[in-house]
Structure formats: C-alpha cells, structure tokens
DNA sequence: TATTGTTATACTCTATAACTATA
DNA sequence: TATAGTTATAGAGTATAACAATA
C-alpha cells in the first residue's frame, strides 16, 4: 500500500462534503430560530406528515427516543409544538406543530430548497442524478 | 414549498452517507488500535509524507491547531510518534513515526483500501468518477 | 507584533443504562 | 414481559479564547 491518498477514501471524502455544505444550512435554523440539528429534523417530519408520536418520528426519521424526547421538550419551550394525550395508547402524547411550528417549518423548507438548489446548480443533470443515487445507497447500508 | 423530502436534501443525504460509511472504518482504528479519528488522520499525514512540524499537519489537513495539538499528545503517549527540535524554528517539533507508528500506518491504510473498495464494488467506473467527482467539489466550498 | 503550540472552557452530538408508566 | 418516553451520564467532535515561548 501506501498508494492511498485520503482524498481519495469515500468515508472522507464523505465526512468533508457533508460538514461543508451543513455549516451552510446549520446557519438557518441555529441562528435564525435557535434550533439544533435534531429539532429541526422532528419539526421537519411534523410539517411533513402532520401530527406524530414521539415513537412514529423515532421510527421515520431513524433516530433514537432519547433525541426524539429531547428534540420535542426543547420544541416545546419554543412553543413550536404542543402535546395531547393518544386515545389508543396512554404512554404517548400526539406531537403537533402550533401555528408558529408551522410558520417555522415553511420558513425552513424554503430555505432548504434554495440552499440544495444553489448547491446542485454547479453539477449537471447527470451528476445530480447519480449524486443522489450514489449517496442514497451508501446512506441505507 | 411543501414538497421537498428530507432524503431529497443534500445535506441530509451526506450526513447519513457520511454516518453510516464511517462507522464501519471507524471500529478499525478505534477497537484495534484505541485511536480517535483526529488521531488517524494525523498519523495519516506522517506516514503518508514522513517527518512534518505540527503547524504543516493543520494546513495539509485542514485541521486546527489545538486538535492536532491534542492529537499529538495522544499519539506520543501511545509510542506512536517522537518528537525532535527543529532547528529552523525553536517553537516547533518535528513529529516522526516510530515503527510501531509506522506498523500501524501500514496496517490502516491497507485496511482502509480493502474498505474503499467493498464500498465501491457497487457502483459503476462511471458512476465511481462522477461520485468523487461531486464530492471532491462540495467538500471543497 | 505575529506565529507555534498548549491549555481551558463550552457546546453539540452520539450512545447507553436506568428508570416511570403504561400495555 | 415488553414498549413509550424520560433522565442521567460519559465520550467524542467542534469552536473559541487566553496564554507561554519564540520569531
């Protein structure tokens, strides 16, 4: 060996790409809505797909019910969501996102897709294609 | 907006491609060598283009200089690195491999081909020079 | 005055175990 | 017994400021 050079070892490669263009976005819901990385994921599948439990984000977004509960504490003291108790099962809450979640969230998914148009316009049709499809199987293993 | 999906968003896509590729190279020289991933990247570079000052570590690696500091120490205490006195500025330490360093050097970059590789038998020639390709770029912003 | 390197501090992120209340 | 959620704790990653020694 020794041929090797870490500029070209995907799990690097990876790693630089991913924290480059995050610092990017990160900016958006830090700064402007004083929101971890975490809490914008939750609020992002509670925009998406309306009213969840904790368990239900736990198992879409695949992360664990210790950052989904933290997550939603800190989303509830920004008033961003509240909680009602589930008539099927009494151990979860039904999360929903306020009026002002709601707002947050629109403001947060344009953002996002201006910040990946702005990213991807540098890369062909073809290349983003394959970008996608490349990551998208690497993300899954 | 509205219609975006998360796994439709770069970033997110890195992230997670990032995560999960990672975790698999990172119990190499974590559980078989007790190394950080600071620690192997520096260890890195002194295999990779032998004796370099600290100060050279941080702008060939992108890295600052009080990780490579900590990850200097750590790397010496492990036997894995001497330093000397450079005689062109007192300030600094020329940092060296010793063999055990080395031993390990060549055993991670083999292990990390043989990973790069089996990551890599999935996708096409083609679609293996365009994936680096885009990486390369958006690591690069 | 500026640079190399170290130490201190704080915050984010990840991972796990232990606990509660319900099922 | 198992599951949903909470709390506590520790380790790792990132970022910044302050400092000593030397240039």
Known sequence: ????????????????????TSLGFQSTYKAQHGMLRTEWRVLFHLGQYGPLTAKTICDRARLHKTKVSRAVAALEAKRFLTRSEDPQDRRSDVLELTASGQKVFRALTEEAAR??????????AEERRILRQCLTRLAQL
Chains 1, 2 share one sequence.
């Open 115 to 124: 910040f990946d148009a702005a990213l991807m316009e540098r890369f062909s």
């Open 1 to 20: 060996m020794g041929d090797i050079d870490l500029r070209a070892f995907t799990p690097y490669l990876l790693a630089m790409a991913a924290e480059t």
